[in-house]
């Protein structure tokens, strides 16, 4: 089974296999509790729902919690906590979106020369078995950056549900070797299986391009549209609140927290958000970004102008949380239509 | 367009055309929901909206707004927020239009990743005072008539509520949304004093929602929009009706009824 590599796996085959990776790995898949869908450490097979559009919040807290101790000093020691091997951890059933986000990440924070261990070590355990998406949500824009419904990247295998069972293809060494060590549960994928697959794919983009259409180089030149009228009627209705961030698969920023815990000092670091009007403010009171609608712009602006130019990659999937969660309706598909 | 929608435009457009206010807060479709829209220019008063999906409470706005004369759709929940700002000083009522929409309840919105797909009536409606704001400059009558179904029950045991803190993102959304949080120095976001730390630690989530709870009680008007605006669902209504209900039967007070009547735990008095 070489890299690319269609299989097929039956509905039976796919429940042996789940069942497996639970009894010898973490796995985290898609639950229902509460009202929606979200990503949890199954101890069950049982417990994974894969009928889902999407899950109300994004994996990335298991690659980046939301909060971490990046080292303690003890004051008799002096010993410091250096961050943990991680456990061998399967990410199942994550769409294709929320897949390409990581592949953002690891282009953002794995790279030389000072990639972040923490993430490193969590990303370089756990394999990402993707699950095209049947139906694309409300709010999804993936078709944008390209980054699903059916395929992205980051994917170490890409399933796509089929008649009779699943289609897999293998994307990366560490896929082909998650799919090796179960190999009588895969049989090679015939032309009806692919004729399926590739029906699927034309189905849905087609769909999801009459919503909003593909965008171009130009939004690197996002910047220079700042001053537009729609940036100050939208800034108006934002909050400042940090939902946007909190929800987004791709968004990173963090800040650090040093304090004393009884007698050892502690840093900690944790999610933050360019909506805060804290964020950019400096320990001298000095703030280079002191308006509403500055702070409202950056957040478009980094994603779709300053991320690529630096990563090569959007800074946004079209996963649909923030439009869809935001309670004012802040709209990042807007700026996609104005400028893309 | 409904009646109550054609009614609501023309109020608004005749506002701005005789200058009478600056803006007009009010609701705009977009997608599948609706969301809050400044309106500013007479012939843009078409985009204001009414239906159930205005769940989001526009006197959030109108401390930012202070010096200038607004317009403002409110339903009869935003209507007692209004007159809350108004009894805490933080708003001039006389610089505001209140265009007093009756209200018929809203639903809950139906969000990313949700497991049913229907909106359905929000549950904070069935315990509303009153469906009319007390402060009205306009009234736009409902289309349909009949209170929203009643819920009063629904209270969450103590325990369950440390569970439904642990959900909690600390994203801030609830204090955000939320027209009676209008601290510039928050205590709960970890600045002087440092009550919790600024970024979440899930041991102090409890420490975060009751410092919240207790700002709140006895000046909640119950609007939901902190539950509505919730990503991760928690119904905090339920616990503020709590604390309110305290108030309303020792001290006989509905936050937000009359002008001139501030909260009680606001007000200092030496023979109690």
């Known amino acids: 089974m070489r890299l690319g590599s269609m299989l097929f796996i039956s509905e039976d085959g796919f429940k042996l296999l789940l069942e497996e990776l639970v009894s010898s790995k973490k796995v985290i898949a898609p639950v229902e509790a509460d009202g929606f ?3 949890k450490a199954i101890k069950h097979a049982g417990e994974a729902s894969l009928d889902y559009t999407n899950t109300r919040l994004p994996p990335k807290r298991f690659f980046i919690p939301q909060r971490e101790v990046v080292f303690k000093h003890y004051p008799e020691t002096g010993v410091r906590q250096e961050p943990g091997i991680s456990v061998e951890t399967v990410l199942l059933a994550v769409r294709p979106c929320d897949a390409s986000a990581l592949s953002i990440l690891d282009n953002i924070l794995l790279k030389p020369p000072h990639p972040d261990p923490f993430y490193e070590s969590r990303r370089r355990s756990t394999t990402v078995l993707s699950l095209s998406c049947a139906k694309p949500g409300e709010e999804c824009f993936c078709n944008v950056f390209q980054t699903g419904p059916v395929r992205g990247s980051g994917e170490d295998v890409t399933l796509t549900r089929i008649t009779g069972g699943f289609l ?16 009588s549960l895969f049989e090679k994928a015939v032309s009806e299986h692919l004729e399926e697959y590739g029906e699927l794919s034309r189905r849905l983009t087609g769909e999801m391009e009459g919503r909003i259409k593909t965008v171009g180089e130009q939004l690197v030149k996002l910047e220079e549209k700042l001053g537009d009228e729609y940036f100050q009627q939208a800034a108006q209705r934002c909050l400042e609140c940090s939902l946007c961030s909190f929800v987004c698969p791709v968004c990173y920023c963090f800040d650090t927290e ?7 000092y502690v840093r900690a670091k944790g ?30 602006c980094h994603k779709l102008s300053r991320i690529p130019l630096a990563f090569n990659a959007y800074g946004c999937v079209g996963c649909g949380r923030c439009v869809s969660l935001c309670p004012t309706g802040v709209d990042i598909r807007e700026v996609l239509k104005r400028w893309g | 367009m409904s009646r109550a929608e054609d009614e609501l435009r023309s109020i608004a457009r005749s506002l701005l055309e005789n200058r009478v206010v600056e803006l007009v807060l009010g609701y705009e ?32 706005y109108l401390r930012s707004l202070r010096g200038r004369r607004v317009g403002v759709v409110a339903k009869g929940c935003d209507g007692r927020s209004i007159v809350e700002l108004v009894n805490e000083n933080q708003v001039d009522r006389g610089s505001i239009i209140v265009i007093a929409v009756e209200c018929t309840g809203v ?48 209270t969450v045991h103590a325990s369950d509520w440390l569970s439904l803190f642990a959900k909690c993102l ?13 601290c510039t120095e928050c205590s709960i976001e970890g600045f002087k004093p440092d009550l919790v730390h600024r ?25 939901g929009a902190c539950e509505s605006a919730c990503p991760v669902e928690i119904p905090l209504t339920r616990l503020y009706h709590e604390l309110n209900e305290w108030f309303r039967e020792n001290y006989s007070y509905v936050p937000g009824s009359r002008i001139g009547e501030a909260p009680p735990a606001l007000v200092f008095k030496e023979d109690g």
């Open chain 1, 258 to 264: 040093d304090y004393l815990e009884k007698n050892t």
């Open chain 1, 37 to 39: 869908f979200d990503f």
């Open chain 2, 170 to 182: 600390k994203c801030s959304a609830c204090v955000k949304a939320c027209p009676l949080c209008y």
């Open chain 1, 271 to 300: 999610w933050d958000t360019c909506a805060s009007p804290f964020f950019t403010r400096m320990a001298s009171g000095l703030d280079p970004r002191t308006s509403r609608v500055d702070r409202f712009c950056h957040r478009f």
């Open chain 1, 168 to 183: 897999a293809e293998l994307r990366s060494e560490r896929g082909r070797l998650l799919v090796n060590g179960f190999r």
């Open chain 2, 29 to 60: 479709r977009y997608g599948r929901s609706v969301r809050p829209c400044f309106v500013s220019k007479p012939e843009e008063a078409g985009r204001l909206v009414w239906s159930p999906e205005c769940w989001f409470n526009l006197a959030k």
């Open chain 2, 107 to 154: 639903n809950r919105p139906v969000k990313y990743g949700s497991t049913g797909a229907a909106s359905i009536p929000a549950e904070y409606c069935g315990r509303c005072v009153s469906r009319v704001s007390p402060v009205a400059d306009y009234l736009v009558k409902a289309d349909v008539q009949g209170p929203p179904e009643e819920s009063p029950g629904a």
């Open chain 2, 199 to 223: 970024l979440r630690d899930s041991k102090e989530l409890f420490t975060f929602h009751l410092t919240r709870a207790l700002h709140m009680a006895g000046r909640c008007v119950e609007c």
